[in-house]
C-alpha cells in the first residue's frame, strides 16, 4: 500500500506565509512527477504547482512569483511554499504523486488533503 499525508495548512493572515508538506510511504520503488492541487468550494480542483524527477517545476499563473514547489526524493517528500498569501488562495490542498510501487505499475496516488485558510 502506498500512502501520501499532507501537513502544514491551517489559518493565515493575508500576506503571511505557510508550508506545506506531503510524504509518500509505503511499498515504492519510484516517484515521478509530484504536485499540489487546491479546490474551493463550489469549484472544480486544479492544479497549482508540479515538479518532475528531475526537478522541473511548472506553476498556475496565479501562485507564480509566491509559491516554490520543491522535493526530498531521500524523504519520497513534496513541500509547497507559500508566500503572500492572499484571500483567494483559501483552498483545500491535495498533494498528488504518480508513483511506480513494488507491484511494478505507476499509478496516481492522492492525500486527503489539507485546509488552508487566508484572513483579509
Known amino acids: 500500500q502506498v500512502q501520501l499525508v499532507e501537513s502544514g495548512g491551517g489559518l493565515v493572515q493575508a500576506g503571511g506565509s505557510l508550508r506545506l508538506s506531503c510524504a509518500a510511504s509505503g511499498s515504492i520503488l519510484r516517484i515521478d512527477s509530484m504536485s499540489w492541487y487546491h479546490q474551493a468550494p463550489g469549484e472544480q480542483r486544479e492544479m497549482v504547482a508540479l515538479?518532475?524527477?528531475?526537478?522541473?517545476?511548472n506553476y498556475v499563473d496565479s501562485v507564480k512569483g509566491r509559491f516554490t514547489i520543491s522535493r526530498d526524493n531521500a524523504k519520497n517528500t513534496v513541500y509547497l511554499q507559500m508566500n503572500s498569501l492572499k484571500p483567494e488562495d483559501t483552498a483545500v490542498y491535495y498533494c498528488?504523486?504518480?508513483?511506480?510501487?513494488?507491484?511494478?505499475?505507476?499509478?496516481?496516488?492522492w492525500g486527503r488533503g489539507t485546509q488552508v485558510t487566508v484572513s483579509s
Open positions: 515538479i518532475t524527477s528531475g526537478g522541473s517545476t
Open positions: 498528488n504523486a504518480l508513483i511506480v510501487s513494488a507491484y511494478g505499475l505507476p499509478k496516481n496516488y
